[in-house]
DNA sequence: GCGGGCGCTATTGTCGACAATCGACAGTCG
DNA sequence: CGACTGTCGATTGTCGACAATAGCGCCCGC
């Protein structure tokens, strides 16, 4: 295989497949089968099951136990499902950030907005995904809560499907990314943990903050 | 080895390294070697391996990569990191829960605080800890997300560290832990939302919720 | 006596082979 | 004609061996 040799085989693996997946090279419900892949990318069975096993950690790939594996297939309950708890736990990190005061963060992550802009007029959908999570990442990142932001790291991969699954499906338009993102700085500065709470809801989950 | 043969060998070496870790057999910082305990349950390494894996991404073991696996040591701040996280996917479920009214939950969760009392008073730890597991386990299931209850399960292990390691240092006793539940009933079958959040705070972090 | 380099050992990373199991299909019996 | 069962192929579960590497102690030179 070419030059996969960054870290360990299994990470190679993994990052290639879930690249795979989330650019519907690998469109849901496709079979995976680990002597195939294997035989493939020329690696050991075992180091595909490995990264196997990450997949589905991750939620991208199901293994059923004595059958075969295949590509997660997100039905919209899953995908409500999913950002609601990408929501629980934005915000339980948002909350632990405002006690701090979150104004060292309205710079970096206004940039990373504009940066975010620019890709969106360049219709150049990874980028604004990866900077999504960039975004995310930052913020969550700063509550200096190391278990929440591994949870909240551990569905990166499923709300980069999630994302590109609703634009596909015109449920969300590349253009309206940066605003959303905007919204949050702007609630952020803001300060009060109510409106940033709301805010964030519906950053995920687009409908009002029924409570 | 004994009767391991239930679901697969991974799966049973990972519950039997699990039990001893949390019964302490194996303390905080034991190195875990693979080939030691492939010998010792007469499986092979690649199984150990796969059950080590696991026991990691449950936060009891840490990998260190090309060298040995240890029982991960839980400081104060990570003790505090564990009870925040688990806090904020409890809240973000009770709140899903609230939203379509508590109040079937009052019951069932009531006669497992019950059981709770009889465990407690009788001293035994490990029955207190099971209950407590399957009394969060019920309420955040019944908010219905799977992936927030899954995230939750995730940290099951963890916290059944936390709670023997808090009962050992005496920072919390036996005889407390069913009146902390009955609170949370009390304020579930309330039905505010703050009320619970608070509540819960305390029962996770023991302290004033400082917001 | 001390510091640096070198080889050894312990341990994990990767591999290919063998065994077990599941699904599908076909053949048979009612 | 339908349902049951035995067999076969495909795929995963488990295993033991080999390769690579990190840590450690020893030896040598200074």
Known sequence: MPDLEHRSLPDSV???????ILNNELPAGTRLVEMAIAAELDVSRSTVRTALTRLESEGLVEISPRR??????????DIQDACYARYVLEE??????LAHGAADLVDPLTELV???EHAARAGDLAAVVDLDTAFHGH??????????????????????AVMRSSLEEQHLDLADMPGLHRDLVA???????????TTLYRHYLREDYVL
């Not at 993994?14 to 795979?20: E, G, P, S, V």
């Open 139 to 160: 913020l969550v990142a700063a509550a200096r809560k190391p278990r929440l932001a591994k949870l909240f790291a551990g569905m990166d991969a499923q709300m980069g």
């Open 187 to 197: 609630a952020l500065a803001g300060g009060d943990p109510t409106t940033v709470a």
């Open 92 to 97: 339980g990190a948002v909350r632990a950030v």
């Open 14 to 20: 993994h990052r290639l497949l879930r690249t795979r």
């Open 114 to 116: 504009e940066r975010m």
């Open 68 to 77: 075969h594996s295949v590509v997660t297939r997100l039905s919209h309950d």
